[in-house]
């Protein structure tokens, strides 16, 4: 990559001010123009001693995910810095307090631990922060002020985003940052700068759009408001919660209603019922609460009622790993439930991803009558990246309801399978709608005919669902046409896979990468031409077992390889690349 | 109450109920009920309150949950949802977040509403949802073939307890009470005017208004509560008793041998449409908080 491709590690205990220092950085950079990725990883405790890594990229061409290898690496605490020294690039920076407040065992320096060619910065943040605002708490900022002076970086831009993130604490808190963040920085000045670690200047888009920083979920907010979110229902658990957080401030505003309620049954009870009576609606919870709702969700297939489940995937079975990351329920997303109940199952891959499929999942929700859940997952949810917010609103309006002809038929069986639909309140549209199998008029009914009637309609109307405007289901990225290795993947992953697939092109291996968006119902026609364009599918994602590879060899009744990773931490690029050349040295010999 | 225990014969009264026209509240579906059944009494009782209040069909959404008496919605003329096992309360309460100007009606029996569902019923109390809450209460599994159920009496004998019922029962009104239902009522099956009358008040309160209904199942309970023994049982509610008394609730709800008809507690206090309006006000006047986006 050409232009400026940093990666900054900032590692410390809890309570150290690693992830604010991370995210004053992050925001700079944002502000400055550069394109950013972040990725915070935090213990499940709020105080204690776990261990906490804020990882920044700034980039000026378009990235896709976090690198395996940063530039440098900040220490605001040596025992859980060390293990993370391997990260560093050659010719890297390791910048770690040289005076920390605890005496350390022999080996518990992270200096110790930094090999020849990784270049070291040992700095007293402790005691400058002590000059500067008469106490240590400002250790984190003056190790910001001091990495920002290294490498050349504005200050004024850090005063303005120091200013802002402490913009509802008194003024004195911001001074006292200030102070803190120029001390570090003069440190820095007229350090003798070893490494090779290089800040170009932003560049700046020609139709002058800003670019904007946004988390997953801050992307599933903006998209639910801008699709007209109605009503919200939900229940807090990591890592959705903050979808919640936030709507609870934005929603009021709007003449939307959230309500946080009793369980994630009653969350997705009350917004299948919101949705019956015509509003549009949501929910948004992790695979836990995802369990607890299976069984309303059938209600929702079998009543057709349309409604939206966001769901952020975290370390499972059961409680988990709730701040790691894991691909881990799409089996449950796509089949969780009693009987055939066939769902829309979408799975961004970034977070502009996130902002269009949660808005598009209401229209589909109306269109399809039907739930439609969002799989992300932890990594998506908290990640940061820069995104160009839409110059127009991009989602359609709430479709409009009402009974056609004098005998009203809720679940008429026509040909495309989704029948008109009235809600509470519209004369002429009296109805029942039950879990119970039932008639063209909702009357419950046991029949056989009726029975495979009805399920080929719940069906049936579904498979226009691949192919809908203004959603991308289904990618090929890269080479087009016929290739050695194929590297399929979904949601969070599919950056690094594209980082991956880049490398290996550059190194001349014959490749290309295809990410499944819609996984249920599964894009099945484009799948097959992938498939029959690539000597070796690879599946790289985050669980145990490898469940896309299982769905899409499945229904296809095709082989893949596999390559399931679930350490609770996001794939790593070079883990795949050693994967594909692997595969591509056996084709290789294969063909010979 | 003299009045009450007067037989009413339907072919007497035939010309009278034609004419009344709460007739138009029943839909084509006849009900599934065993002949004699107590829940009969809710068809009438909830189309009598309809026609009482002059609510238009289209206005109405019963939502039921899972059991005898959650059929019901089948059998009246209004918007309706048959939902899953317990779970009554949040969907009706996401119909009425959906739309305030619905009169939203929620039913159920006492395993629907006590056992699975259960959780539900303290966290719509104390949000004061505008909803209704009709529990039919026969302390029995009907549907399933006669289980016992959480109002089941001690040494009720049932397939699921062979050997006599052990569990105490709960009580649903002091249940209710406790929780603040901001209106909570107690009517017999027996008794289809007392709970027709019922039936309205019981909509016309702003808030949530729980109305218990006791009724004999005629099918799996011969021994306990029969209509035989609960015509014996049933009584007024003390004169001069002030039904805004939560204390003087309380002591009638224990009286369970001796169960009062009446309206036992009514308070007025903001519903959670009151509440989600008074906070869109707020949020208008104060600054969009910082953090996330």
């Known amino acids: 990559m050409n232009g400026t491709d940093v990666q900054f590690a900032i590692c410390g205990s809890a309570g150290d001010g690693t992830i604010a220092a991370g995210d004053i950085l992050k925001r700079t950079m944002a502000l400055m123009g550069y394109k950013v990725i972040a990725f915070d990883i935090y213990p499940a405790e709020i105080r204690g001693f776990g261990k906490c890594i804020s990882?920044?990229?700034?980039?000026?061409?378009?990235?896709?995910?976090?690198?395996?290898?940063?530039?440098?690496?900040?220490?605001?605490?040596?025992?859980?810095?060390?293990?993370?020294?391997?990260?560093?690039?050659?010719?890297?920076?390791?910048?770690?307090?040289?005076?920390?407040?605890?005496?350390?065992?022999e080996g518990g320096h992270v200096s110790a631990h930094i090999r020849p060619m990784?270049?070291?910065?040992?700095?007293?943040?402790?005691?400058i922060s002590d000059r500067a605002t008469g106490n240590a708490?400002?250790?984190?900022?003056?190790?910001?002020?001091?990495?920002a002076g290294l490498y050349g970086m504005p200050a004024e831009a850090f005063h303005q985003t120091i200013a802002n993130k402490f913009a509802t604490k008194p003024q004195a808190v911001t001074d006292a940052n200030v102070r803190a963040f120029e001390a570090g920085y003069e440190a820095a000045i007229g350090t003798f700068k070893l490494d090779d670690v290089v800040m170009g200047s932003p560049l700046h888009r020609a139709d002058g759009a800003r670019a904007v920083m946004m988390t997953g979920n801050g992307a599933v907010v903006r998209g639910l408001m801008d699709a007209g979110i109605d009503c919200y229902f939900g229940y807090p658990i990591t890592p959705a919660t903050t979808i919640m957080e936030r709507l609870a401030v934005e929603m009021p505003r709007r003449g939307g209603r959230m309500l946080q309620t009793e369980d994630e049954i009653s969350a997705i009870a009350a917004t299948i019922g919101a949705g019956y009576a015509g509003a549009r609606s949501a929910t948004a919870t992790s695979g836990p609460g995802l369990a607890l709702m299976a069984e309303m969700l059938g209600l929702g297939v079998m009543a057709e009622v349309p409604s939206v489940v966001i769901v952020s995937q975290r370390g499972g079975p059961s409680t988990g790993m709730p701040t790691k990351t894991e691909q881990s329920d799409l089996n449950m997303a796509v089949f969780g439930g009693a009987g055939d109940a066939r769902r829309i199952v979408l799975a961004p891959t970034n977070v502009e991803g996130c902002y269009r499929c949660a808005g598009l999942a209401f229209e589909l929700a109306e269109k399809f009558q039907t739930p439609v859940i969002v799989l992300l997952d932890l990594y998506l949810s908290n990640r940061y990246e820069t995104v160009i917010p839409p110059k127009e609103n991009p989602f359609e309006p709430k479709q409009a309801t009402g009974p056609q002809g004098p005998v009203f038929r809720r679940f008429e069986l026509t040909e495309s399978g989704v029948s008109p639909r009235a809600v509470p309140g519209q004369a002429g549209g009296v109805h029942t709608i039950t879990g119970l199998e039932h008639n063209e008029l909702g009357r419950p009914s046991d029949q056989p005919d009726n029975h495979v009637a009805m399920s080929a309609k719940r069906y049936r109307k579904l498979e226009p669902a691949t192919r809908y405007p203004g959603l991308t289901t289904i990618k090929r990225f890269g080479a087009a046409g016929k290739v050695d290795i194929g590297i399929l993947g979904w949601g969070s992953t599919f950056g690094e896979i594209l980082e991956a697939m880049f490398e290996a092109e550059n190194e001349g291996i014959s490749c290309s990468a295809m990410k499944v968006v819609m996984l249920s119902p599964l894009p099945v026609d484009e799948l097959e031409a992938f498939f029959a364009d690539c000597r070796v599918v690879l599946v790289p994602e985050l669980n145990h077992e490898g469940q896309l590879a299982t769905l899409v060899s499945g229904t296809l009744g095709r082989p893949v390889v596999r390559l399931p990773r679930a350490t609770g931490a996001p794939m790593r690029v070079d883990e795949i690349l050693a994967e594909v050349r692997r595969l591509a040295a056996e084709t290789a010999a294969a063909a010979e | 109450m003299n009045e009450l225990l007067k037989p009413v014969y339907l072919e007497e009264k035939l010309e009278e109920i034609r004419a009344d026209g709460h007739q138009d509240y029943r839909s084509r579906s006849l009900p599934t009920w065993c002949p004699g059944c107590g829940y009969f009494s809710m068809a009438e009782g909830f189309t009598l309150a309809l026609k009482k209040l002059g609510r238009s069909a289209e206005e109405v959404v019963v939502v039921s949950g899972i059991g005898c008496a959650s059929r019901f919605p089948f059998f009246v003329?209004?918007?309706?949802f048959h939902t899953l096992h317990g779970r009554t309360l949040p969907v009706a309460t996401g119909v009425k977040q959906a739309?305030?100007?619905?009169?939203?009606?929620?039913?159920?029996?006492?395993?629907?509403?006590?056992?699975?569902?259960?959780?539900?019923i303290p966290h719509a109390a104390r949000r004061n949802v505008d909803i209704t809450y009709l529990v039919f209460d026969n302390g029995i599994y009907g549907l399933t073939k006669g289980q016992t159920s959480p109002t089941s009496v001690l040494g009720f004998r049932t397939s699921t307890s062979p050997y006599e019922n052990g569990d105490e029962p709960l009580n649903p009104l002091m249940m209710l009470l406790a929780y603040r239902a901001s209106w909570v009522g107690q009517a017999y099956a027996g008794h289809p005017h007392h709970l027709a009358d019922m039936i309205a008040e019981a909509i016309a309160h702003r808030g949530f208004s729980y109305l218990h209904i006791l009724s004999p199942c005629v099918t799996f309970d011969k021994t306990t509560?029969?209509?035989r023994n609960l015509n014996m049982q049933v009584r007024d509610l003390p004169s001069g008793y002030d039904r805004?008394?939560?204390?003087?609730?309380?002591?009638?709800?224990?009286?369970?041998?001796?169960?009062?008809?009446?309206?036992?507690?009514e308070e007025s206090r903001p519903t959670l449409a009151d509440v989600m309006d008074e906070t869109a006000r707020k949020a208008g006047l104060s600054p969009v908080p910082a953090g996330g986006e």
């Open chain 1, 118 to 127: 990784q270049l070291p910065y040992g700095v007293s943040f402790r005691s």
């Open chain 2, 244 to 265: 805004t008394d939560l204390a003087a609730a309380m002591g009638e709800a224990m009286k369970v041998d001796h169960p009062a008809l009446g309206v036992f507690y």
């Open chain 1, 55 to 105: 990882r920044v990229r700034v980039t000026t061409e378009q990235a896709y995910s976090l690198k395996h290898q940063s530039d440098v690496l900040m220490s605001l605490n040596d025992a859980h810095a060390i293990p993370h020294v391997g990260e560093v690039r050659d010719f890297g920076a390791v910048i770690y307090d040289n005076a920390p407040i605890a005496r350390l065992p």
């Open chain 2, 225 to 227: 509560r029969t209509y």
């Open chain 2, 99 to 120: 739309n305030d100007a619905l009169t939203v009606v929620a039913v159920g029996g006492d395993g629907d509403a006590f056992a699975i569902g259960g959780g539900h």
């Open chain 1, 137 to 147: 708490r400002g250790r984190n900022i003056v190790a910001l002020g001091y990495l």
């Open chain 2, 77 to 80: 003329n209004t918007y309706g």
